[in-house]
């Protein structure tokens, strides 16, 4: 959808690539790194001042402790740690629950490794977990759960009971957590982002992934984390040096600048700016018709489109760029087989003027 529509000339509210500006402190750092000569190989596991910066990130915001010289590794992307982390930590063979609607990278990354993804589709319409699907999901090839929270594409924040519920049975069955914690400043409504690592006996199971994609409006840079017990770290950075060698060096140092110096004011107004967003955004699906889910976090909206011409999910999403020039996702494409066919997902992470734009234009629709 990205590709038709750049061809067009149409608004894109269908990739999350977040065009919102750049914090400077995070800019004028990531030059002045490669001013200063910062261009070569780092560490496989990233630079010491970004692992220091990112420790006491954690520290910080969840009390959660890691050793930044073993237990911290910055990632090309959360999507790279997620890589290191499968090759890792999994074989083929395994399986992986993932929650439905599913982030598809998730699913892919998985399968391209032949390990299998399981699913257990959250109840709708406020996505909530039925935890006795969780519970028959179990298999004895079952090895980890993956929990996207804040969550792509439905915004669903997994509450503390689901994440409690989650937990227990990764210790009953002994498997890891991975999540994908990449949206943890974007909370609405007095919503509360739950790291499942801060639970009892999560900690030693819980490969944290998260990154400055989002937060700082980086998303090409290609710059995210992982934090996880001593005991798997090191397979996962020596899968990352493979596939990677190391996360691009200058950007590394503008990262580190970001959590160094940002005020807590800076994350807060970041969430408020991204509500005032959605709502713009859900104003006009609504008054295009198009009946949504609205987000608790993340950055991108559900929204029915069983109004729109087309029998598929393609369908509509072409037939909607072709008569308003805004690009948005078939829901289909987080969901199994013959799910999601009625559903567009739209991100609302754009700068302001081009985000009024396309909501004028849905209007017209």
């Known amino acids: 959808m990205t590709t038709e529509c750049d061809r067009i000339g149409g608004i894109n509210l269908a990739q ?22 910062h261009n070569i190989y780092t560490r ?65 990354t998985l399968q391209s490794m032949r390990v299998k993804p399981v699913l257990v589709a959250l109840a709708e319409p406020d996505w909530s977990l039925d935890t006795e699907a969780l519970k028959a999901a179990v298999t004895p090839q079952t090895r980890a759960i993956l929990l996207n929270t804040p969550a792509n594409p439905s915004g669903k924040v997994f509450t503390l009971a689901e994440t409690e519920a989650v937990a227990q049975l990764c210790i009953e069955h002994d498997l890891f957590l991975i999540t994908d914690e990449i949206y943890e400043y974007f909370i609405y409504d007095g919503a509360r982002h739950v790291a499942p690592a801060t639970l009892p006996g999560m900690r030693e199971r819980t490969i944290v992934l998260s990154g400055f994609s989002k937060t700082y409006s980086v998303t090409g840079w290609r710059l995210g984390y992982a934090t996880a017990d001593a005991r798997w770290m090191p397979a996962m950075s020596h899968f990352h040096d493979l596939t990677y060698v190391c996360a691009p060096a200058p950007f590394q140092h503008g990262a580190a600048a970001g959590l160094e110096y940002l005020p807590p ?31 608790s976090g993340a950055y991108y909206v559900l929204a029915q489109a069983t109004r729109l011409p087309g029998k598929t999910g393609a369908e509509k999403a072409r037939n909607l760029l072709a008569t308003t020039g805004v690009a948005a996702v078939a829901g289909s494409a987080f969901f199994r087989a013959g799910r999601g066919e009625d559903l567009l997902r739209f991100c609302f992470a754009k700068k302001d003027g081009e985000l009024d734009e396309a909501c004028d234009r849905l209007r017209r629709l």
């Open 16 to 37: 999350g690539v977040c065009d919102t500006p750049v914090p400077g402190i995070v800019q004028e750092a990531a030059i002045k790194a490669i001013h200063e000569g």
């Open 265 to 295: 004011s800076f994350y807060t107004q970041l969430a408020a700016d991204h509500q005032s967003k959605r709502e713009r955004l859900l104003r006009a699906l609504e008054a295009a018709g198009m009946e949504s889910s609205v987000p």
């Open 44 to 108: 496989c596991d990233g630079i010491a001042r970004l692992r220091q910066a990112i420790a006491e990130k954690q520290l910080r915001d969840y009390g959660l402790r890691y050793d930044p010289e073993c237990e911290v590794m910055v990632a090309s992307g959360a999507t790279g740690g997620l890589h290191a982390t499968v090759m890792a930590l999994l074989n083929p063979g395994d399986e992986v629950i993932l929650f439905e609607p599913f982030y598809g990278y998730h699913a892919v």
